[in-house]
């Protein structure tokens, strides 16, 4: 086990850039004007080919199949917290997170041009999007209509032409669609950002990096995630995420999603990491990336 | 602070049985049929009046403004995760938890008694409940709408007579308004049940409470979850579970929903509690309650 652990992390390759090329393809989750398109194009500058798939499990296939060379997804915001199955997306593909995309997110209330507030009675957007503006959508008391994607949803608004439906979903979305803003931020706190983590199928890792997200399952005993965390603090790692969700298939079983600041060719972090998987199960490093701290 | 948490855990008021008397009300959010109302019944016997209101938010109202003796709440799923909103409401109004009750949730996909299976084009159910049977969503790729109740749906589809409708609810949502099951268990694991928890207005915990739960913040400092879950561990305390949440407003700082086992009267448990508020940004002890161990 031992053995192997370090044999994972001496797979890793460093890279000085992540490598991008003229048709380098970056896949995210819905169609143009999608947050997640502009934290490809802001975390791969214009250049960057971006390839829209129909939702998040195909932008793990995109990167499993070979169609793309990236994939863009959310995994938490600051407001509705985390994007749950998406983690569950890590622990079943194996690719590799090599960079992470904090975008300011507004979601914005938008109609037909000749359509009002007052017209409204169903809403189509993502139901993260519909969870972050929950406050608003209370007292609207409209139908709400789930869409794999807050793109998506205003471009079903521009091509039913009906005043009746609304969509939620980025300033950059309405302008693509020549939709009108009717609320330009619906969202329940204006200080409203989402993170999304950059993915590749290889274990490469930018010069630099210096955060780790792992996942490992927890046995059930007593103090088993406090013998976790002291690994972290005896090497003097600083934990900045933990998220919990339930095991597949398991009553009230769960697996932990962690990040933490380190670099996997410290030697204090290749120690914590070999505590950690002597005490957890099935651990797994999913990729050290850089993060601004 | 110190002896303002010792009067908090002196407020607790210890019972033989929590009361429950023949005008008792016990507030859900849903109709008749939902798997709330399932857990009331299951927890306070069919004597109960049951109080079914629109949302979940609703069932902390009534009880604030007294319409309501007690209130059911999820918390958990066990293949969804958490309901996290209800996290949300639990820091937002000041309700104890008295209680928890486990249900087994089979979310059965239902359709008007003359229609079938390739009918449907529009499925409508809670959020939660087409979380849990996503799997079986995306096969399908039928329209999904946001309800605030999974028997709401099923009453729709009863009340809309268009066969290309269906609803995700209870096998005893599919009875009481008269639709056909046409897939008994769309969840995406057959092993799927629901945690509510049980709310009340003042400060009570039913004689033989073992577990306990609280709220806490923590700051923006290296090994603070490792000092509060150092408390457990010292006064040989179990933590069985730990949710974060991100703090309204405040971008990526979260606080914790964590529960353990133990009682109030305990000195170790009043140990544990006086150091975590030291080293926690208002910690709430949210209450006391029975649990299966």
Redesign the interface.
């Known amino acids: 086990m031992k053995q192997q652990l370090l044999q994972t992390i001496d797979e890793f390759q460093t890279v000085d850039e992540l490598p991008v090329r003229d048709d380098t393809i970056v896949s995210y989750s819905g169609v143009p004007g999608a947050f997640a398109e502009q934290a490809a194009i802001t975390f791969f500058g214009e250049q960057a080919h971006t390839l829209p798939v129909a939702?998040f499990?195909e932008v793990m296939e995109a990167l499993a199949k070979g169609n793309a060379d990236y994939g863009v997804l959310p995994i938490e915001?600051?407001?509705?917290?985390n994007v749950?199955?998406n983690y569950d997306l890590l622990s079943e593909y194996d690719m590799t997170i090599v960079g992470e995309q904090v975008i300011e997110v507004n979601q914005a209330v938008m109609v037909l041009p000749d359509a009002s507030l007052s017209d409204i009675r169903k809403v189509y957007s993502h139901?993260q999007a519909?969870?972050q503006c929950?406050r608003y959508l209370?007292q609207m008391g409209w139908?709400?209509?789930?869409m794999v994607n807050t793109a998506l949803s205003a471009m079903k608004v521009r091509d039913d032409k009906d005043k009746t439906q609304a969509a939620i979903a980025s300033q950059r979305a309405a302008n693509l669609f020549g939709l009108k803003i009717v609320n330009p931020i619906g969202n329940?706190?204006?200080?409203n950002?989402t993170?999304f983590i950059i993915l590749h199928k290889n274990r490469i890792t930018a010069m630099g990096a210096n955060k780790i997200g792992i996942t490992l399952g927890l046995p059930h005993e007593?103090?088993s995630?406090?013998e976790i965390?002291?690994s972290?603090?005896r090497h003097?790692l600083?934990?900045t995420m933990?998220?919990?969700?339930?095991i597949?298939?398991?009553?009230?079983e769960y697996y932990f999603y962690m990040e933490f600041i380190g670099s996997l060719e410290s030697e204090e972090v290749k120690q914590a990491l070999l505590e950690i998987e002597e005490s957890s199960i099935n651990l797994r490093i999913l990729g050290n990336y850089r993060t601004l701290l």
């Open positions: 939702n499990r915001n600051s407001s509705a917290g749950e199955t139901p519909l969870m929950s209370e139908e709400q209509i789930n329940n706190n204006s200080n950002a993170r007593s103090g995630l406090y965390l002291g972290f603090n003097e600083n934990m933990i998220a919990s969700r339930p597949p298939g398991r009553q009230w």
